[in-house]
């Protein structure tokens, strides 16, 4: 009976431990608004295998504003993956409104995404609406990114695609820290 008792504590253990998200997981999405400040928020889900990321918006974005913005971005990588020969199994993109604010949500697959195509989303969207931080100053679209800060983001991206974490992990700004938690 005893023996029955510890297999049934040493599998509760080992399921425990498969629901933990690492230090690295968590590292990696910081990582993520740390090298552009234009996003304020990042949403990993483990089971699609996607990334959503928010921008949000400095005051009222009319709703003819909204939809240029939407579907230039739909198009813009429509156009980019046709360049890139490659094919994606999500690309989604959509507004939402809280109170006064607006926020720009663009869902992708990590499998497809590259860095490119993550700069080209930020400059897009930083340069076609006013993007703001928490410290509630616009924030102007990025120049290139030097050879040094595009092999960084390059390995970042990687580690996102190795993600092993079983639970969402949502990494959010919150004044001039980053906080990360799992759902």
């Given at each position: 009976m ?6 049934i ?6 399921m425990?431990?498969r629901?933990q998200?690492s230090?690295?997981?968590?590292e ?22 996607g990334?959503s ?37 999500k690309?989604c993109c ?9 926020s720009?949500?663009v ?11 993550l ?5 897009l ?6 993007v ?26 990687e ?19 980053v ?5």
């Amino acid at each position: 009976m005893s023996d029955k008792i510890k297999s049934i504590a040493n599998e509760g253990a080992r399921m425990k431990k498969r629901r933990q998200v690492s230090q690295e997981d968590v590292e990696v999405l910081a990582a993520l608004l740390v090298a552009f400040p234009q996003i304020s928020r990042v949403t990993f889900d483990p089971v699609e295998r996607g990334l959503s990321l928010a921008f949000l918006c400095q005051g009222p974005v009319s709703e003819l504003k909204r939809e240029q913005l939407r579907s230039l971005y739909l198009q813009s990588i429509d156009v980019y993956l046709s360049l890139a020969e490659q094919k994606s199994s999500k690309v989604c993109c959509y507004w939402e409104t809280i109170d006064e604010f607006h926020s720009f949500h663009v869902e992708r697959d990590v499998a497809s995404l590259s860095t490119s195509e993550l700069s080209l989303t930020v400059s897009l969207v930083a340069g076609e609406v006013p993007v703001i931080s928490d410290l509630n100053e616009p924030i102007a679209p990025e120049a290139e990114f030097s050879w040094s800060s595009r092999l960084f983001l390059q390995e970042i991206l990687e580690r996102v695609r190795e993600l092993k974490c079983p639970r969402k992990l949502v990494a959010l700004r919150e004044g001039e820290r980053v906080i990360v938690f799992h759902k």
